[in-house]
């Protein structure tokens, strides 16, 4: 059955701009994705809001459309969400208005797309990589490994936690998941007890247990056993 | 000496190169993307990655599968380097943290992909790119914490820099300000497919291939465009095909029609060896000449054991119930066959060197390892041992930048411009079954189109690949010329002088 949606757009020219809404309308069975109505909607020639003003394309992230790259992480209706797995009737309220928002946590670069880097300067300075595998013998069962791979960096675990933002040392769940992986198969060596210090400092002293972060994770991670098995090694386990 | 160098994507290949020079010599990698690792179109491979490292398998075995299943050709020394190379890339990456799917005894497990004969390709529980790229970006980031990978994220490429016909730098564009930046060093390309010129492929948009469209129109050679792979089992989508993955027959996943209601496994019934799990670009064959009948096709997972359905085919069932409400457990699926992978790609030669000097190039952007249709699981193999192949070459290389070199004046922007016009274009002119008059009405449509002169060249340099190679021959398939010509085994060069686009051809095995 065919429906009018009206999507409404928060726009920015850049950060230091004031932000202004537009909305446009949408007419079908509301089974297309918030992503492929971007794409569609700044893939005409001429782009008209819904009162028929021409208008610039909207300026947003998106690579995959498949729920695997994590770029068009956005806020549909206020909840944070990746926009290539939101589809349009099931976004929208009663009266078919959707509206779109850069995700609050990060600085806006221009209308939905955020600057997210300081995700991947956390893990720098958090010192994640492995010097040497010590066995094949780890805490975190190798479905956990595996899984804590998956996590995208898309940046919704952030966005709803609590803490990240506010707390200026705490890094957030998308740290902890890289974190305790690479900590968990490092070798015993002082790179190993460098990352240990750093998740202390980054999560583990800051975390709050909200667990906001194991409903927003739009690949449904195990968050909590991730942080279970992470905690384990990096500060209960005695060397 | 500090050596500097440009990689352009940072993908697994760019990632693969960046990881070689920074570990070994006192190089600065100056890595560059239009977004960060973690969304490149490596972490949506599926498949796997090829070793011979099972029972009764050899690197032998490895390259001539991969030869034949790129009818002739790809370059079998650089194949046989890659094949024997192979082993010690999966050793490598189990030792940086890759959960590859064990045997009891701890070795990697491998499971058989389409046109093998031994298994061969190992694979995680799902999602093999996701997983790889997480222990490579892992690796890059010890070096750029010692500042000796710099990462330009949100920067594109917009021009190389020679001097003297070397290559000594480029420049980049930044995609927010427009603002122009020029880095010095040779320069490894890597910056994936040419998906920007179709739209619908199964990859990602980012891989727009506006970077090779900018390298063509500066003189660079171009081998094998006309090329595509067109994956057999891709589910439309409103936007995009959306692939489901090859593994998924490798789990018993079987093609059909229904023939007076009945299913009619064409692929058992035609090929009983290696049925369902023939190379891609005889399967997408057949599905398109009952397609052409008016069928459709099918691909059936159903009663296959629970256990399956949770892992190596979880990914496949909740995308499918996902994306287009279906639920492959219960009902099949309706799939096509779609486009998935560019075999041609910037000429090179086995270390990976392009003609031009100072620029070389790996992973999807390179004509290299593939011929005319590429096997499962060669991909990865080929971007990461590519990567490797072209960092060695920077460090063997003689060459320096020039002291008299400058960057000159910084290139104008291309500006914004939409591609969806040309895409239809293409997708009309380059579909699985090609004919003169169909190439022919693209090229006169191409040059109607709104897109900057690079784009449009490029364009016309894959339309007028297809058109000139007047055979068929892997996933190169021209109604008006059905059959192999064995006269055609050779790859193509298009190559732009002087704003025209000429053309040769290069023997190669």
């Known amino acids: 059955m065919n429906r009018t949606f009206k999507i409404t757009v928060k726009r920015q020219n850049s950060a230091s701009d004031k932000p202004y809404r537009q909305t446009f309308a949408y007419s079908g069975d509301g089974r297309i994705t918030v992503a492929d109505f971007l794409r569609a909607l700044n893939a005409q020639e001429r782009i008209m809001d819904i009162g028929g003003r021409e208008v610039s394309p909207v300026v947003w992230e998106c690579a995959c459309f498949q729920k695997k790259c994590g770029a068009c992480a956005m806020r549909i209706n206020h909840h944070p969400a990746l926009a290539c797995s939101v589809f349009l009737e099931d976004a929208a309220n009663r009266r078919g208005e959707i509206l779109l928002e850069p995700l609050g946590k990060f600085p806006v670069v221009r209308d939905l797309k955020v600057d997210r880097s300081i995700i991947s300067e956390r893990l720098k300075e958090m010192c994640v990589w492995l010097t040497e595998k010590k066995t094949y013998e780890f805490e975190q069962s190798p479905d956990l490994q595996f899984q804590a791979a998956r996590c995208m960096l898309c940046g919704i675990c952030l966005e709803v936690c609590p803490t990240f933002g506010c707390n200026p040392d705490f890094a957030g769940a998308a740290s902890m998941v890289k974190a305790g992986k690479t900590i968990d198969q490092n070798q015993d060596d002082s790179h190993l007890q460098e990352m240990r210090g750093e998740y202390r400092k980054h999560f583990f002293d800051h975390c709050c247990q909200s667990l906001a972060c194991v409903k927003a994770c739009p690949l449904h991670l195990p968050l909590a056993e991730l942080q279970a098995a992470a905690n384990r090694q990096a500060v209960w386990k005695k060397y | ?509």
């Open chain 2, 1 to 509: 000496m500090n050596r500097n160098v440009v990689i352009i994507g940072c993908g697994m290949a760019g990632l693969s190169a960046a990881l070689h020079l920074a570990g070994q010599s006192d190089c600065t990698v100056h890595l560059v993307s239009d977004m960060m690792s973690e969304r490149s179109q490596s972490c949506l491979a599926e498949g796997g990655i090829n070793a011979a490292i099972g029972p009764g398998d050899s690197p032998e075995l490895h390259c001539e599968e991969t030869l034949k299943t790129g009818c002739g050709l790809a370059d079998a020394e650089a194949l046989m380097a890659m094949a024997s190379a192979a082993p010690d890339i999966i050793r490598e990456l189990d030792a940086w943290g890759v959960p590859f799917v064990k045997r009891i005894n701890h070795s990697v497990s491998v499971r058989r992909m389409g046109g093998q004969t031994c298994p061969r390709t190992a694979y995680t529980e799902n999602g093999i790119g996701r997983q790889i790229m997480d222990v490579l970006i892992q690796q890059a980031r010890m070096y750029e914490a010692e500042g000796r990978i710099l990462r330009y994220v949100n920067w594109t490429f917009r021009a190389l820099v020679k001097h003297d016909g070397c290559v000594c730098g480029a420049w980049l564009e930044h995609l927010d300000t427009r603002e122009m930046q020029f880095v010095p060093g040779q320069v490894i390309m890597a910056c994936g497919g040419l998906n920007g010129f179709f739209g619908n492929a199964t990859g990602s948009t980012a891989n727009t291939g506006i970077a090779a469209a900018i390298l063509f129109a500066d003189g660079v050679p171009f081998s094998n465009l006309e090329f595509i792979q067109f994956h057999p089992t891709t589910l439309r989508l409103k936007g995009k095909n959306l692939l489901i993955s090859e593994s998924a027959r490798s789990d018993g996943g079987r093609l059909f029609v229904l023939r007076d209601g009945k299913p009619y496994y064409f692929m058992e019934d035609k090929y009983p060896e290696l049925g369902n799990l023939m190379p891609r670009d005889v399967v997408s064959k057949e599905e398109y000449s009952l397609i052409k009948q008016g069928a459709q096709v099918y691909l059936d997972l159903r009663g296959l054991p629970a256990k399956t359905y949770e892992t190596t085919l979880a990914s496949i069932v909740s995308d499918c119930i996902l994306f287009a409400g279906v639920d492959p457990t219960k009902e099949p699926i309706p799939v096509e066959p779609g486009i998935h992978y560019f075999m041609g790609g910037i000429q090179v030669d086995k270390s990976h060197r392009s003609p031009v000097k100072g620029l070389y190039a790996a992973g999807e952007c390179a004509c290299q390892y593939h011929g005319a249709n590429r096997l499962g699981g060669n991909s990865l193999l080929g971007a990461i041992h590519g990567g490797k192949t072209a960092a060695e070459a920077v460090l063997c290389s003689e060459f320096s930048i020039p002291d008299g070199s400058s960057e000159g004046k910084p290139p104008v922007s291309l500006g914004y411009f939409r591609m969806e016009s040309l895409q239809s274009i293409m997708r009309a002119g380059m579909g699985l079954e090609r004919n003169k008059a169909q190439l022919e009405n693209a090229l006169n449509a191409v040059e109607k189109v709104s897109v900057p002169d690079e784009i449009r060249l490029f364009s016309r340099a894959i339309l007028l690949s297809a058109l000139n190679r007047t055979e068929s021959r892997g996933s190169h398939f021209r109604s008006d010329y059905p059959d192999c010509d064995p006269a055609f085994q050779k790859s193509s060069v298009a190559q732009c002088c002087d704003g025209e686009i000429r053309f040769g051809w290069e023997e190669k095995a």
